[in-house]
């Protein structure tokens, strides 16, 4: 409790009045006295003074955890050597190898559906053409001799003949002969000329070998009774520089065209389907 006035009024050197002015004035902390040292002893550390503040900051390193650069992280040049670590090299997994890894696999498979129609539309036409029957060709030939025509005019002649050996008077009787039909015989009858020629080729083409021969023979007979009479207003001649005749080697099937055939129509199938899979890939 604060003193009374009384008590303040006790002579000062009474213990009771110096401890009741030390109650009733503020505590002031006083410092220690600084003792003064020469200036090579003042800053030269004690033994004990140097183990002591030592302690602390090795229990202190000891305690610290070393935190490792992130695996991405790039050090400044130099850095791991000041630090006492090296930078970690990155994972052999990154992030960034897995898209080029995903794209070259939808590559291989892209390619794969691409290769797989060609060679099953190849294979199947290749086979196929080799379970059908032969077809062959026979074969005559007629030359033109052409004294009194030149020029346009001999073109125009040359050029006509094709047309009256496929024309309707010509193949409509062989037709019913054979009991076929009119088209089925057209298309298999080619008329050409030469080039560089006056000589026309008939060429008639058939599984059977024997109807090759009456068809072509009966057909040759039809156009040179036209020609006569043609030949006679053009003031042409002509010969049969050929009978009808049978060639040697087969002109169908063959297989290894069937096959590049085939390999074709797959490919315009595979492309096909890559256009529909981009559409459908498509974001709307």
């Known amino acids: 409790m604060p003193a009374t006035s009384a008590e303040l009024r006790r002579p000062i050197g009474s213990d009771a009045a110096v401890a009741a002015r030390v109650a009733t004035e503020p505590k002031v902390t006083r410092l220690p006295t600084r003792v003064t040292r020469p200036a090579d002893e003042q800053y030269r550390p004690s033994v004990e003074t140097t183990a002591s503040n030592a302690a ?8 610290a955890p070393v935190n490792p650069p992130l695996e ?7 850095a791991g050597a000041e630090a006492g670590t090296a930078p970690m090299p990155a ?17 291989l498979w892209l390619g794969l559906l691409c290769l797989l129609p060609v060679l099953l539309a190849g294979t199947a036409a290749f086979v196929a053409a ?9 074969r005559s030939e007629i030359m033109f001799h052409l004294p009194e025509l030149a020029g346009d005019a001999a073109n125009r002649f040359l050029a006509t003949q094709p047309v009256v050996a496929r024309s309707y008077p010509v193949v409509e009787p062989v037709a019913r002969a054979e009991a076929m039909p009119v088209d089925d015989i057209l298309d298999n009858l080619d008329v050409t000329m030469v080039q560089g020629s006056t000589m026309m080729r008939l060429e008639y083409h058939d599984v059977d070998s024997d109807r090759i021969i009456r068809v ?4 040759t007979i039809g156009y040179l009774g ?12 002509h010969r049969l ?3 009808p005749y049978l060639l ?15 390999a074709v129509v797959g490919l315009a199938v595979a492309f096909a389907g890559l256009v529909v899979l981009a559409q459908l890939r498509r974001p709307s």
Not at 72 to 78: D, E, M, S, T, V
């Open 226 to 237: 036209l020609l006569r009479d043609i030949a006679l207003i053009e003031g042409a001649s």
């Open 241 to 243: 520089l050929s009978a």
């Open 91 to 107: 994972a052999p997994n990154s992030p960034r190898g897995r898209p080029a890894a995903g794209r070259g696999r939808f590559f």
């Open 72 to 78: 991405n992280q790039r050090l400044p040049r130099g």
């Open 130 to 138: 080799n379970y059908l029957d032969e077809v062959r060709a026979g």
């Open 216 to 219: 072509l023979e009966a057909l």
């Open 56 to 63: 602390p900051a090795l229990r202190h390193a000891d305690a």
């Open 248 to 262: 040697e080697d087969p002109i169908g099937p063959r297989p290894i065209r069937a096959a590049a055939i085939g």
